[in-house]
C-alpha cells in the first residue's frame, strides 16, 4: 500500500524505546515551549470567547490555564485555540526549496493539545505522552514536507490542515490503535482538515489550530469504534494531496519516517518572538543594530527590509490597528524594535500596536523583494535589514537563521525564561514553578499529574 499504510504503520509502532536521548530531549524542550504558550495564550480574548461558546458538561481533561475539566475532543479544541492564540508556537523547517519554510506549519499545538487530552482521559503516562508527540509532529511536517507547494501558496493554512492529520497520528498512539483503525482515523481526518490563510490576522487563525487538534481526536475515536473511511486518502486520485495541493513527493515520506526523527533534522524552530516566524530574521537584524549602534527612533530615516516574495505575501498588514494584526506585519515588527528595542508579548497588544510613537515610525519602513533571496528558494528566511539614518549613514546586516533555529537554539535558560512568562499569564509564581518541575520531569510522571500544575485556582 502506499504513503497512508506508511504513516499509520509508524505511528502505531513507534515507542518510548524506538526514541533516542536526542530526540526525547528536543521533544522535551518543544513540550515545555508548547504549555507555556498555550497557558499564555488561556486568557486571550479569542480562548475566553471560544470557552464562552462551548460549555459543555465536565469532563476528565483539563484546560490549561483554568479550572475547567471537559470531553477530550474539547479540551483538545480549547488548549489548540490557547496554544495558537499569541502565535508563539514553534514553527517546522523545510527540506524543499519550494517549500515556504516548511509551509510555515505550527507543528507542536495541534499534536500536543490532541495527545495531553486523551492522555489524560485515558490516564496514558508520561513516556507515552511523549511517544504519541513525536509520532504527531513526524507525521505533520513530512506530510508539510511532502505537499506540492501550491497548498500553502494559494490559499491553504497548514496548521490547520496538516496539523490535523498529526492530530490524528498523536490521538491514535495514545488511543494504541492498530494499522487498519489509523489509516482509517486519517482518512476521517483528511476529511475534516481545513484553515485557510485569508484569516491570518483575525481569531480565526488560532481557531484552525484548535480544530485542527479536536478533528484530529474526534478521527481517531470514530475510527475506534468502527466509523469507515478510505485507507489511502493521502495518495488517492481523489485524496488529500490531489485534492488540496496538486500532488506531492512520496520521496518525502517513503523510507524517511523517524530517520532521522524530523525534530532531529532539519527540525523546528523556537519562537523568541511572539509574531509571524518570517519576521523573525529581520527583527534579530533590527535589533542587533538599534543596539549596537544606540540608534534612537529620531536618528533613523528608513528601514529598507529585503527577502523573497512569500513573506510579504504571509505578512500581510503594513498598517496594523490590532495585536493580531501586528503579529503579521513587517512594518510593526520593525517599528517596536527600533522604537522600543523589544518584541515580546507586552509589545503585542492591542494598546501596543496603537501606542503613537509606534505608528508613527510604520511608514518608515520599506518591504522589497530582493532578487537574490528569491532565487535561494522559498524554504530559506534570509533576510536583509538596512538602517539609514537622519545623517545618511547606512547599518546593514542579513540575517539567514533566527533566534531560534535548530542551529541557533534557545538556550535552556532562554527556554525557561520563555516558559515562566507564558505561565505567569495564566498563573501565580509559584504554580508556574511547580508546572515548569512537572513538564520537565514528564517521563517519570503520569499525564494526569503533570495537567494538574496547569490548573488555575478554582475561585472563590
Not at 482518512?187 to 485557510?196: E, N, P, Q, R, V
Not at 491570518?200 to 481526536?217: D, E, I, N
Not at 515520506?253 to 523573525?280: C, D, M, T, V
Request: hydrophobic fraction near 45%.
Amino acid at each position: 500500500m502506499g504513503v497512508t499504510n506508511e504513516l499509520a504503520r509508524f505511528a502505531v509502532q513507534t515507542t518510548w524505546q524506538n526514541l533516542d536521548d536526542h530526540v526525547r530531549g528536543i521533544a522535551l524542550d518543544h513540550i515545555l515551549d508548547t504549555f507555556g504558550v498555550m497557558l499564555a495564550g488561556s486568557p486571550a480574548p479569542v480562548s475566553v470567547i471560544t470557552r464562552s461558546v462551548y460549555a459543555e458538561p465536565p469532563g476528565a481533561s483539563h484546560v490549561v490555564g483554568t479550572e475547567d475539566a471537559v470531553a477530550a475532543p474539547l479540551a483538545a479544541l480549547l488548549n489548540g485555540v490557547a496554544g495558537h492564540a499569541l502565535d508563539y508556537d514553534d514553527t517546522q523547517l523545510a527540506t524543499s526549496e519550494g517549500s515556504v519554510y516548511g509551509l510555515l506549519t505550527h507543528p507542536s499545538t495541534p499534536v500536543l493539545a490532541a495527545a495531553a487530552a486523551l492522555g489524560e482521559e485515558h490516564g496514558r503516562s508520561g513516556r507515552e505522552l511523549v511517544t504519541a508527540y513525536v509520532v504527531g509532529v513526524e507525521v505533520a511536517c513530512r506530510i508539510a514536507d511532502a505537499i506540492a507547494p501550491r497548498h500553502y501558496e494559494q490559499g491553504f493554512h497548514s496548521t490547520g490542515t496538516i496539523g490535523t492529520l498529526g492530530a490524528a497520528a498523536a490521538a491514535g498512539s495514545i488511543l494504541r490503535l492498530d494499522e487498519a483503525t489509523m489509516r482509517r482515523a486519517f482518512g476521517i481526518a483528511a476529511s475534516m482538515a481545513a484553515g485557510l490563510r485569508e484569516n491570518f490576522g483575525t481569531m480565526t487563525k488560532p481557531l484552525h489550530a484548535g480544530r485542527a487538534a479536536q478533528s484530529g481526536v474526534t478521527a481517531a475515536l470514530l475510527a475506534m469504534r468502527g466509523f469507515t473511511a478510505s485507507e489511502e486518502i493521502l495518495e488517492a486520485p481523489r485524496g488529500f494531496f490531489r485534492a488540496a495541493a496538486g500532488g506531492y513527493d512520496p520521496a518525502k515520506i517513503e523510507g524517511r519516517l523517524g530517520n532521522p526523527f524530523f525534530l532531529h533534522s532539519p527540525g523546528a524552530s523556537i519562537k523568541p518572538y511572539p509574531s509571524g516566524s518570517l519576521s523573525h530574521p529581520a527583527i534579530d537584524a533590527a535589533l542587533e543594530i538599534v543596539r549596537a549602534q544606540d540608534l534612537r527612533p529620531q536618528d533613523v530615516a528608513e528601514v529598507y527590509v529585503g527577502t523573497h516574495s512569500l513573506v510579504p505575501n504571509a505578512l500581510l498588514y503594513k498598517r496594523p490597528r490590532t495585536e493580531l494584526e501586528a503579529k503579521f506585519s513587517m512594518e510593526y515588527c520593525m517599528a517596536t524594535a527600533v522604537v522600543r528595542r523589544r518584541a515580546g508579548l507586552s509589545e503585542f497588544t492591542d494598546e501596543a500596536v496603537l501606542e503613537g510613537d509606534v505608528q508613527a515610525f510604520l511608514p518608515k519602513v520599506q518591504v522589497a523583494v530582493d532578487p537574490e533571496f528569491e532565487r535561494m528558494g522559498f524554504q530559506h528566511t534570509r533576510t536583509r535589514v538596512a538602517m539609514t539614518t537622519t545623517g545618511g549613514q547606512v547599518f546593514e546586516k542579513t540575517v539567514d537563521r533566527a533566534v531560534g533555529y535548530p542551529d541557533r537554539p534557545l538556550h535552556e535558560a532562554q527556554l525557561t525564561a520563555k516558559f515562566r512568562e507564558c505561565a505567569m499569564q495564566a498563573l501565580p509564581k509559584e504554580a508556574a514553578e511547580n508546572a515548569l518541575t512537572a513538564i520537565r520531569g514528564l517521563p517519570e510522571l503520569g499525564v494526569r499529574e503533570v495537567l494538574a500544575e496547569m490548573r488555575a485556582q478554582p475561585r472563590a
